[in-house]
Structures are given as structure tokens and as C-alpha cells.
């Protein structure tokens, strides 16, 4: 498995989840590592994006200020803190990875972990 998400729960409005997605070594050192989701009856869309140097960030508008994605080297993970969640966040998250390029386009994606899912309650 290249890839593993964990992290997801039932929050209410306003509230806070971290996720994690834990990457083999390989992909995480060679890899940009991303973050979409899918709500139910929608597309998958794009969350956020951190290049394999950590130097690039990317985010959807709708997260910009709420979330925040990170790398950490030593854990070979990639983190995605979600602050004042909103119902509409509700959805499965899934991690990607892809290179050389980041990239907001989910059919560009290499790996795929398996999603994890967050309910946002009003």
C-alpha cells in the first residue's frame, strides 16, 4: 500500500479534524502529495496540494484560511488541518500522489489511498 488515510470523524460546525495520509518512503521523498474529496451525488474535487519539496502549496478558494496542508519528513506523512468546518465540507477525503508537477486535476494522480470520511453536522 502506497498510501493510507486516517483522520476522519463527525464534527460539528466550527470545529477542527486533522487527517493524515502515510506514504511509503519512496513516494513520499519523489511525490507532491494532495488532498481531494468527493460529497455524495458530487465530483471529486480538489482540496489542497504540497510539492515534494514542501516549497510549493496549493489550495481550493473555499479552504483558503481554514485548512492547512503539511509534510513531515520524519513521519513520512502528509497532514491536512481542517479549522471551522462547515457542513459543506462534508465528504470522503482521499490522498494523491503524483509527479513531477503538482497539479489540481484528480485524473493526473498516480496513487490513490482509500478515503476517509468527514461529516460536518449543523
Known amino acids: 500500500v502506497q498510501l493510507q488515510a486516517s483522520g476522519g470523524g463527525l464534527v460539528q460546525a466550527g470545529g477542527s479534524l486533522s487527517l493524515s495520509c502515510a506514504a511509503s518512503?519512496?513516494?513520499?521523498?519523489?511525490?507532491?502529495l494532495a488532498w481531494f474529496r468527493r460529497a455524495p451525488g458530487k465530483k471529486m474535487e480538489f482540496v489542497a496540494v504540497i510539492s515534494a519539496s514542501g516549497s510549493s502549496i496549493e489550495y481550493r478558494d473555499s479552504v483558503k484560511g481554514r485548512f492547512t496542508i503539511s509534510r513531515d519528513s520524519a513521519k513520512n506523512t502528509v497532514f491536512l488541518q481542517m479549522n471551522s468546518l462547515k457542513p459543506e465540507d462534508t465528504a470522503v477525503y482521499y490522498c494523491a500522489a503524483k509527479r513531477p508537477f503538482i497539479a489540481v486535476r484528480s485524473n493526473v494522480y498516480d496513487y490513490w489511498g482509500q478515503g476517509t470520511l468527514v461529516t460536518v453536522s449543523s
Open positions: 518512503a519512496q513516494v513520499f521523498s519523489n511525490y507532491n
